[in-house]
């Protein structure tokens, strides 16, 4: 059985599409926020996915993440982890308790298409055990896996870095992963990114 993960924080303002400021004052980063999960919701819930999860952070009681699970068919969990490494990590394995293949994804590329992620599930039903989808700027969109990942699997990884994808893939190496990658694909982080993508108010 096939599970979604979509990594979210909490639009609250401040700590939410931080880099985006000056370009974006703390409300216009909010807002964008929110409109990349609600366009990520959007596509998740059209992938061959049997069970979406939302992983909130720091937990699932913001107002938002309840509206989009009466929007969308959502599980609500809370993140756990001291860094994004860790909470990715935990995510994945405790998914894996329950599903054979887990489709990790943050909420920041709004590109995404269910073709695109139907194509990453079906290389978990083949002869992969990992799959990532690399971000344009050097780190990763997607991370699929079929197998539990070891404790130390991001070791060395510095996150918002251009050599995420380039450290993360030498690991992958160290434990002789099979493993494929898919088309790099655009994210949201800064504020040069944002012509091409423009926030929208639709999930009111």
Known sequence: MSCLQILAKAPIPGQVKTRMQPHLNPLECVQLHKSLLHKTLQTTTRSNAKTIQLWCHPNTQHVFFTQMQKRFPLELIS???????????????????????????????PFFSADYLNKAFQLLQSERDLVLGPAKDGGFVLLGANRYL???????????????????????????????????????????????????????
């Open 79 to 109: 993140q756990r982890g001291q860094d994004l490494g860790e909470r990715m990590l935990t995510a994945i394995n405790q998914g894996l308790l329950t599903h054979n293949a887990i489709i990790l994804i943050g909420s920041d590329c």
């Open 150 to 204: 070891p404790p130390d699997f991001f070791k060395g990884v510095i996150w918002g870095e251009n050599t995420a994808l380039e450290k993360t893939l030498k690991r992958v190496d160290h434990y002789h992963f099979r493993y494929e990658t898919l088309q790099p694909l655009q994210d949201i982080d800064r504020p040069e990114d944002l012509r091409y993508f423009q926030p929208t108010t639709s999930y009111k």
